[in-house]
């Protein structure tokens, strides 16, 4: 009996020590891991952009004719996203599912990722028989918000979407507001509205050439990559 029980107390003591022991490696390794997490927030050096696919969920924003606008910037997003990927930019989406997203979200999202560029997707919409794409950009916009949004639209219009309707700075009806998209974001954003999914003539340009326009918005933020960081070799 005696033996039994002292057997018994030096497992239990070997049980604690083991114990202890898996404590102690289990805060070693939580405090590398921290360390690490930490060390991995420090820029990369590998540009990062966050498409926003506008809209999504119970959101469907502009419709015409059973066609949701958040469909549209979706598979715009996604096609973007592929092609940026393919050219070894890191991607990150506010988005990737039909699901519903806060503006605010979308916006932290890329602050809290350090995201070098924002781009969000969407489709305009009109009673009048109108037709084109504009980006939108902040009403205070400097030189490379601007020019971000300038290659985006040179290169689609390489391809050619109705009329080009320009890079605009403000909010629709309201020069001195802002996309929230815009205006919250960190790093330099614009918002494309990329045709009128109210007229059909501009459904069928982005249906036809969907992958087109995708490789023309992703050439215009591969350029806007190429030129701030030639600025930034220039600078040194
Ligand atoms: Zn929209």
């Known amino acids: 009996m005696k033996r039994s029980t002292d057997s018994r107390k030096k497992k239990r003591k070997k049980n604690i020590k083991t114990a202890f022991g898996i404590l102690c490696v289990a805060v070693i390794c939580l405090a590398a891991i921290?360390?690490?997490?930490?060390?991995?927030?420090?820029?990369?050096?590998?540009?990062?952009?966050?498409?926003?696919?506008?809209?999504?969920?119970?959101?469907?924003?502009?419709?015409?004719?059973?066609?949701?606008?958040?469909?549209?910037?979706?598979?715009?997003?996604?096609a973007i996203g592929e092609i940026l990927e393919e050219n070894g930019i890191d991607v990150i989406y506010t988005r990737k599912k039909d699901v519903f997203v806060e503006l605010e979200e979308r916006a932290e999202f890329a602050n809290e990722k350090r995201a070098t560029y924002f781009v969000s997707l969407h489709r305009n919409s009109a009673e009048a028989d109108v037709s084109g794409v504009e980006i939108w950009v902040n009403s205070k916009a400097l030189y490379n918000e601007v020019q971000l949004a300038q290659n985006i639209l040179d290169e689609i219009n390489e391809i050619g979407f109705g009329?080009?309707?320009?890079?605009?700075?403000?909010?629709?009806?309201?020069?001195?507001?802002?996309?929230?998209?815009?205006s919250a974001t960190d790093m330099p954003s614009c918002l494309v509205e990329m045709g009128f999914i109210t007229t059909e003539r501009d459904n069928e340009l982005f249906d036809e050439n969907l992958e087109k326009y995708a490789a023309a918005v992703a050439e215009g933020v591969m350029k806007g990559i190429e030129a701030e960081s030639a600025a930034l070799t220039t600078e040194e």
């Open 163 to 182: 009329d080009s309707r320009g890079v605009k700075r403000g909010y629709q009806g309201n020069p001195l507001s802002d996309y929230l998209v815009n």
């Open 34 to 78: 921290s360390f690490w997490q930490i060390g991995g927030l420090a820029p990369s050096g590998r540009p990062r952009v966050c498409i926003d696919a506008g809209h999504g969920g119970s959101d469907v924003g502009a419709e015409y004719d059973g066609r949701y606008e958040k469909d549209d910037n979706l598979r715009l997003a996604l």
